[in-house]
């Protein structure tokens, strides 16, 4: 049987807080605490839980932006201590929350694109990628020469989709891609993703609190409490039937339309 | 006459109008919830009703409460009515309260301001207060500074620090938009609660239909800094009259209708 795509063994990632006292050892915030998981080619991986449950430190270590306390994780069957980093980049990539912060401001819309392709020695050629990349997100080319501050919200996601889909990932991390977005514009990008993604053939780790995100856009699920995944499944499984209590406060806490005559 | 009324609101920016001759009013005791995207102006009308709109901007019309005309009056005029008859939550709490001060002396301020009570006092009032918008320990959370309190406890010192002197009018300003969907769960029926047993009139401003439709019998549509539709909740679901009220009502109930889909049982 051939390795899974993402393999995390035992991981663990504990940040130190302050002194609240003047002696003993500083107390730790476990934000992993021992969690395993598996990730196949071609899944689409919704991650819920609270703020604080350690969803954005997963993404972190699964992106290799951050290195775990204790534990293993591999890519591919390989440790990722000895991935080619390079190599890796090309394959993984990532969506950020709020694009107002994730896009340079100082550089136009093609540069931004151009950045991932220079670094990656992506073999095209690169202003046609950049037209191509610019044409899956929706985009007029006329963009291009606009710096991120001139474009609405919704086109600033669309163009920090780009930039991760530029070099022809395998696997894309999103971490709350839609939240800081309108309703109608959320329901776009939305759209504009899941197509993506399945012409693409992408694989997906979506970080989301908002249920709703999770069921449109992914097959399986995992639900994060305090570091541990408390419950995890198939998505219709784990929303049509919650074994967890936390798992059934979520779903109950969603804001429901009131019933109308 | 009604509580609230507000009459051709227009606030602009230099030549950028971003609220257009906006009317509206509200009895004692109603709940209005308004709803529009981000740059539709909605914070805007909350700011000017309370009278903190920033220097730099200019309102016209009128904005009259219990028949008092707000928009002109100065500043320390205004302070008596701020935090006594009109109060408001603000969407981000950790920039809205104040980081080098104690919790329940933030709470008590209104109270030492309007109700002239003595120091002591109005931290024993906080502490009620604190016990009445859910938090845990008053005793001890009073004495905590903002940054040691999570999203959801320091939204509801906000909530706190506004109830404090019973406002006839209260403004929530996106209240949950920071906090997660349980949290937001019971902070929206913490709020409900309290403007029920205050017999306030609410203002509940948000982007997000389906919590507004909790909060409110009525909703105000804006788009563009334009008032595009008023209607009671049920004319709205059921027969919105402008496009734009149309796709978010639409939207939110395809919304609704998958992800009911999704949690039905599958073994039915």
């Known amino acids: 049987m051939s390795d899974p795509l993402f393999q995390a063994k035992a991981l663990c990632r504990d940040f130190k807080l302050n002194r609240t006292a003047i002696s ?3 107390p730790v915030r476990h934000a992993v605490a021992d969690l395993n998981l598996e990730i196949e080619t071609g899944d689409r991986l919704g991650v819920v839980g609270e703020s604080g449950s350690g969803k954005t430190t997963l993404a972190k270590l699964l992106l290799n932006l951050d290195k775990p306390t204790s534990g293993s994780l591999t890519f591919n069957g390989q440790l990722f201590s000895k991935i080619n980093m390079a190599i890796f980049r090309r394959e993984v990539q990532i969506i950020f929350q709020d694009p107002r912060s994730s896009l340079n401001p100082q550089m136009t819309v093609a540069q931004i694109i151009l950045e991932p392709l220079v670094g990656l020695n992506f073999e095209q050629n690169h202003q046609q990628r950049i037209d191509q990349v610019l044409q899956q997100v ?20 669309r163009v920090a989709i780009a930039r991760a889909l530029a070099a022809q990932p395998s696997v894309l991390i999103a971490d709350e891609p839609v939240s800081a977005l309108d309703v109608l514009v959320r329901e776009e990008i939305l759209q504009l993703l899941s197509g993506l993604i399945k012409t693409l053939n992408l694989t997906l780790v979506l970080i989301s609190h908002d249920l709703s995100v999770i069921t449109r856009l992914c097959n399986t699920v995992v639900v994060m409490k305090q570091g541990r995944i408390v419950e995890a499944g198939n998505t219709q499984d784990v929303f049509a039937n919650p074994q967890h209590q936390f798992t059934k406060d979520l779903i109950s806490a969603v804001p429901r339309l009131p019933t109308l005559n | 006459m009604k509580f609230l009324e507000v009459e051709n609101l227009t606030i602009s920016f230099g030549n950028k109008v971003v609220v257009n001759s906006v009317s509206f009013d509200l009895a004692a005791g109603e709940r209005l919830g308004v709803i529009g995207e ?3 102006g909605k914070t805007m009308i909350a700011l000017a009703v309370i009278g903190l709109l920033p220097d730099t901007a200019t309102a016209t019309g009128s904005i009259r ?11 320390q005029q205004m302070s008596a009515y701020r935090g006594k008859q009109l109060a408001m939550v603000f969407q981000e709490p950790l920039t809205a309260l104040n980081p080098l001060m104690r919790v329940g002396k933030q709470i008590a301020q209104p109270l030492l301001n309007h109700d002239k009570v003595s120091r002591k006092a109005g931290i024993t009032r906080a502490i009620e207060l604190c016990a009445s918008v859910g938090l845990p320990d008053p005793e001890h959370i009073v004495r905590a500074y903002p940054h040691q309190l999570s999203g959801g406890q320091r939204q509801r010192i906000g909530l706190a620090i506004a109830i404090a002197c019973s406002p006839k009018l209260l403004i929530v300003d996106e209240p949950t938009t920071a906090l997660d969907v349980t949290v937001q769960k019971e902070v929206l029926q913490t709020i409900n609660d309290l403007v029920e047993q205050q017999g306030s009139s609410l203002i509940f401003i948000s982007h997000d239909l389906p919590v507004v439709s909790t909060m409110a019998e009525d909703i105000a549509v804006l788009r563009n800094g334009e008032l595009v539709e008023h209607a009671n909740i049920t004319a709205l679901f059921n027969n919105p009259q402008h496009e734009y009220s149309k796709k978010l009502v639409d939207l939110a109930r395809a919304t609704e209708k998958e992800f009911s889909d999704f949690t039905k049982s599958s073994t039915l």
Request: avoid cysteine; aromatic fraction near 2%; proline fraction near 5%.
């Open chain 2, 65 to 75: 409460l219990a028949g008092e005309e707000l928009l002109r009056l100065s500043d």
């Open chain 2, 38 to 40: 981000s740059g539709s």
């Open chain 1, 24 to 26: 003993g050892a500083r």
């Open chain 1, 138 to 157: 929706e985009l007029a080319p006329a963009i291009k020469s606009r710096y991120p501050h001139e474009l609405s919200g919704g086109q600033r996601q």
